[in-house]
Nanobody, 115 residues
């Protein structure tokens, strides 16, 4: 069993930066890959970034060039560096791990982009 905890959210002005972190505990050797998702008020949860089995990372087009995801499966950690944040990036951000063919989710961390 794997448990995920996100941190690093907060309030930031447009154009600012935040770095989100995700730490896994438990059977981290069972993690196949990590992903980041977000959910804005009144909207469905949306894919942001994820690492593929070949080690490459896919990004949603809306964050490409602004967000960078890093993961270390051996350590059970993942991060999401977010630059040039926009008001549309306001959402709860969730870390996700694929564990034995199933998705495990963290509790989420709030990111608010506002002046």
């Amino acid at each position: 069993q794997v448990h995920l905890v996100e941190s690093g959210g907060g309030l930031v002005q447009p154009g600012g930066s935040l770095r989100l972190s995700c730490t896994a505990t438990g059977d981290i050797s069972a993690i196949a890959n990590f992903g980041w998702y977000r959910q804005a008020p009144g909207k469905m949860r949306q894919f942001v970034a994820l690492t593929r089995n070949d080690g490459r990372t896919n990004y949603h087009t809306s964050v490409m060039g602004r967000f960078t995801m890093d993961s270390d499966r051996a350590k059970g950690t993942s991060s999401l560096q977010m630059n040039n944040l926009k008001s549309d990036d306001t959402a709860i951000y969730y870390c996700n791990a694929s564990v034995n063919g199933k998705f495990t989710w963290g509790q989420g961390t709030q990111v608010t982009v506002s002046s």
